[in-house]
Nanobody
Framework: QVQLVESGGGLVQAGGSLRLSCAAS????????MAWFRQAPGKERDFVAA????????YYADSVKGRFTISRDNAKNTVYLQLNSLKPEDTAVYYC??????????????????WGQGTQVTVSS
């Protein structure tokens, strides 16, 4: 089993920044992908960014390229998502996720079988 715990969400004005953290514990997968998704009220869960634990290579949704940065600290088993230049449309619950079944970058939530509880990000205009 893998446990994921997100933190760092909050209320911020448009143009502001936040840093989200996702601490992983339990069984980990050295070549696995860690990803961030987000879900706004009444909308589907959307892919935001992903990183490979072993190499640090990254992949981003077009909507966040240049504004968000995903990184990891292997020693702490923690993945971060730096959110800059935030917009009201970034308001959502942000989830981190990983998969025991696939180890390539993928954007579909059904490919991920471990999820955190989510952290709320609210951007005011």
């Amino acid at each position: 089993q893998v446990q994921l715990v997100e933190s760092g969400g909050g209320l911020v004005q448009a143009g502001g920044s936040l840093r989200l953290s996702c601490a992983a514990s339990g069984r980990t997968f050295s070549n696995s992908i860690m990803a961030w998704f987000r879900q706004a009220p009444g909308k589907e869960r959307d892919f935001v960014a992903a990183i490979r634990w072993s190499s640090g290579s990254t992949y981003y949704a077009d909507s966040v390229k240049g504004r968000f940065t995903i990184s990891r600290d292997n020693a702490k088993n923690t993945v971060y998502l730096q959110l800059n230049s935030l917009k009201p449309e970034d308001t959502a619950v942000y989830y981190c996720a990983t998969s025991s079944r696939v180890n390539y970058f993928n954007t579909a939530p059904y490919n991920y079988d471990y999820w955190g509880q989510g952290t709320q990000v609210t951007v005011s205009s």
